[in-house]
């Protein structure tokens, strides 16, 4: 019996991208379904842009933009928005800075025209920036009391050592502590032009009157030169940090895959659904349902244009610990070795479903398609990716996991970690590896 998969509700012929002269692009995704609008802005400019010293710097202009423009202070831009009934936000990522308004489509070009002073022309009031560094000391504090999201920036150090891609989001407290005016400003100047800019909108907007507002707010901007980094060497290699007062112990584990542009893309997704997506996968059934070993466990793909990687987390205890990576062992061996009909069929279908849904979502499709002009210069279609994870099959997702297994696992533990937990795990990891190169 064959077995279909579900075709994205929206085709990509709804999908149209602008550039102007000197770089800036117009991306306009219109499905039918939509009633509403949601414009963003996507600047090609976050963590893994910033120098150790700049590191958090992204982080930071995110949280200033909506703090003045030259014409307007903090209290208009809140009131002008919600006059309209507007909702605004912002978020900032290792490979980008998004800013973000959603109401009504035909406040769409008066959208562009608000998150366009507010790009452009930030004041960055000096009064303002101390305010706000309070509050980004405060999460940066609460980040650091979190043992998962420890967990998280130690394997990405373990994964890509020293590389920018490595550094964290929030930054470096000594940096947050230090940041000027003139270094804000001074990195927006260098970091924020054409040529690193996507204007994006969905939804039935009036494209026309989009494009004419976009012209005359950034058709003067430079063009600059593309913010670029060279990919990143896979490191590996076991961090680990016991934090007070944690009960739990986590554990993020993994390797290297082929970033999210690479042919065999398809194929590392498949590797991590397999071992690790859903209640009935190999891992949560063996480690959670069978041995009931930890609270929470799950593996995932985390792709970028730069570098793939293999995600194991897993939150259980200390007395549990040395079982859970056992048992995790055994089963990444066990997937180098052959993969079932039944593992391959249901991780294809969950990512499938996972991925038509995620483009029912139009916030998710703009930032797709703008992370895809980053890249690729263009937008590619729900039925590419579609097509490229048919095209994987049992052998592909067994012989995608022995490369990777052949590579130094990335490990981080933290919480409440056990004494000599590092030493016995670079012992397992390495004895993991022998498996396959032998």
Same mark, same amino acid.
Do not use: K, W
């Given at each position: 019996m064959t077995h279909s998969l579900p075709r994205p509700a929206c085709g990509d012929d709804d999908t149209e991208v602008l550039v102007l002269p000197n770089g800036v692009r117009i991306l306009a995704v219109r499905p039918s379904h939509l009633a509403s609008t949601n414009v963003s802005i996507y600047v090609r400019t976050g963590s893994r842009h910033e120098s150790a010293r700049l590191n958090g710097i992204s982080h930071v202009v995110e949280h200033m933009a909506f703090k003045g423009t030259a014409t307007r202070d903090c209290q208009q831009i809140n009131l002008e928005a919600e006059l309209l009934g507007a909702e605004v936000n912002a978020h900032t990522d290792k490979d980008h800075t998004a800013y973000h308004? #959603?109401?009504?489509?035909?406040?769409? *070009?008066?959208f562009v025209r608000m998150l366009g002073d507010i790009v452009r022309h930030g004041s960055f009031p000096e009064a303002e920036l101390e305010r706000e560094r309070q509050v980004i000391?405060?999460?940066?504090?609460?980040?650091?009391?979190?043992?998962?999201? %420890?967990a998280f920036k130690l394997f990405d150090e373990a994964s890509f050592g020293k590389h920018a891609l490595a550094q964290p989001v929030i930054g470096r407290r000594r940096n947050i502590e230090r940041f000027s005016r003139d270094e804000l400003t001074g990195? /927006?100047?260098?970091?924020?032009?054409?040529?690193?800019?996507?204007?994006?909108?969905?939804?039935?907007?009036?494209?026309?009157?989009? %494009?004419?507002? /976009?012209?005359?707010v950034f058709g003067d901007m430079p063009a600059g030169t593309p913010n670029t980094v060279g990919a990143p060497s896979w490191v590996g290699g076991v961090k680990s940090k016991r934090q007070a007062?944690?009960?739990?112990? &986590?554990?993020?584990?993994?390797?290297?895959?082929?970033?999210?542009?690479?042919?065999? *893309?398809?194929?590392?997704?498949?590797?991590?659904?397999?071992?690790?997506?859903?209640?009935?996968?190999?891992?949560?059934?063996?480690?959670?349902?069978?041995l009931g070993l930890v609270y929470y466990a799950g593996c995932s793909a985390d792709q970028s244009d730069l570098a793939g990687q293999f995600v194991l987390e897993a939150s259980t205890t200390a007395e549990h610990l040395e079982?859970?990576?056992?048992?995790?062992? %055994?089963?990444?061996q066990a997937q180098a070795e052959r993969v079932s009909d039944t593992d391959l069929l249901r *991780? #294809?279908?969950?990512?499938? /479903?996972?991925? /038509?849904?995620?483009?029912?979502?139009?916030? &998710?499709?703009?930032? %797709?398609?703008?992370?895809?002009?980053?890249?690729?210069?263009?937008? #590619?279609?729900?039925?590419?990716w579609l097509a490229a994870l048919e095209a994987v099959d049992a052998n592909a997702v067994r012989d995608c996991t022995r490369r990777m297994l052949a590579a130094p696992a990335a490990v981080a533990i933290t919480g409440k970690v056990p004494a000599g937990t590092r030493e016995r795990t670079e012992e397992r990891m390495q004895r993991l590896r022998s498996t396959v190169t032998g």
């Open positions: 308004m #959603r109401g009504l489509a035909r406040d769409a *070009a008066t000391l405060q999460e940066y504090i609460e980040d650091e009391d979190d043992a998962l999201s %420890t990195y /927006v100047a260098r970091q924020y032009t054409g040529s690193n800019l996507v204007v994006a909108v969905s939804g039935p907007v009036d494209l026309q009157a989009v %494009t004419r507002e /976009v012209e005359a007062g944690s009960s739990q112990t &986590h554990l993020v584990a993994g390797f290297p895959l082929p970033d999210r542009f690479d042919p065999q *893309a398809a194929t590392g997704v498949m590797a991590a659904a397999v071992l690790g997506e859903g209640m009935s996968s190999p891992l949560l059934d063996r480690v959670r349902e069978r079982a859970c990576q056992d048992e995790i062992v %055994t089963l990444l *991780a #294809r279908n969950q990512i499938a /479903v996972r991925a /038509v849904r995620q483009r029912e979502g139009a916030q &998710h499709r703009l930032e %797709t398609a703008a992370l895809d002009l980053f890249a690729l210069g263009r937008v #590619r279609s729900g039925a590419e």
